[in-house]
């Protein structure tokens, strides 16, 4: 499996440089979640139309505030790369509620909003494997099973990897906004990819 992820990291993704230019999308994305979730937590809205408004959605559902955090972090573009990005968004603040059950999407501390982020990231660069070598995967696994557990061992891998080199990176940071996190992604995008390819 590791050497699998090395092989699409060096071939697929064109190695490290080639990987964070073709995955700048989920930096910029990033920034964008980064600075969505800080403004909320400072009251403000943020968004296009203001689609995260935490005076309008105070009280709403979990469900109505992600919609909103994602309408606000990446607007629909009718491309797959945005819709891989927004159901990555979802994902990463589902996992983040599971994490911390009783925390506020519109108030988040800024580690709160760090593990968003790196999930978020973890989500992208999975669901563009995935959009990648799914297909491949599920036709040569022995059974719809197999396919299923090997495509998660891979999620899982890569969200371990992208977790080490991003919790790093922010470990070292004194201020944090949209613009230096999309940095930190884009530097953690390209050691996560070293890291894959040395597994070939």
């Not at 403004?39 to 943020?46: L, N």
Request: charged share 25%; hydrophobic share 45%; aromatic share 6%.
């Amino acid at each position: 499996m590791r050497k699998g992820v090395g092989h699409y990291a060096h071939k697929g993704l064109g190695g490290g440089g080639t990987a964070v230019r073709r995955l700048g999308g989920t930096a910029r994305t990033a920034g964008t979640l980064f600075g969505a979730l800080s403004a909320a937590a400072a009251g403000q809205a943020s968004g296009a139309r203001n689609e995260l408004d935490p005076a309008v959605l105070a009280g709403r559902s979990a469900d109505e505030v992600m919609s909103a955090v994602v309408e606000a972090a990446r607007p629909v573009d009718g491309t797959q790369d945005s819709e891989a990005s927004r159901a990555a968004i979802g994902k990463a603040l589902s996992e983040l509620l599971t994490q911390y059950p009783d925390a506020d999407l519109l108030n988040l501390s800024e580690e709160q909003r760090i593990l968003a982020v790196e999930r978020f990231i973890a989500w992208d660069v999975f669901n563009r494997f995935e959009l990648d070598l799914g297909k491949t995967i599920q036709e040569k696994a022995p059974s719809a099973m197999s396919a299923l557990s090997r495509l998660k061992e891979v999620r899982d891998f890569i969200t371990q990897a992208v977790a080490a080199e991003f919790r790093k990176l922010a470990g070292g940071a004194a201020a944090l906004g949209s613009s230096r996190v999309a940095a930190m992604v884009r530097d953690a995008i390209g050691l996560a990819i070293g890291v894959f390819e040395g597994y070939l």
